[in-house]
């Protein structure tokens, strides 16, 4: 670890960068992983979420899993 949360990272340790750990990026890490790559996330915020919460106050999904479509 750096410092003030950062770390140092080996560029050979990972086939992708995803940048963002909202939704999509979530998902393409899931699909990058699937094919047998080892993607590395980067997120700016302190939690997987994205951005979303910044500008509603409330949302949910609503849709029942299996026509949602999303990965895992």
Request: proline share 8%; no cysteine.
């Amino acid at each position: 670890m750096l410092g003030d949360g950062y770390f140092e990272v080996p560029m050979n340790s990972h086939d992708a960068i995803v940048i963002g750990a909202g939704q999509s990026g979530l998902a393409a890490a899931h699909a990058l992983a699937a094919q047998g790559l080892r993607p590395l996330v980067l997120e700016a915020g302190d939690e997987p979420v994205g951005s979303w919460p910044l500008y509603y106050d409330s949302l949910t999904l609503f849709s029942p899993l299996g026509t949602a479509h999303f990965p895992a």
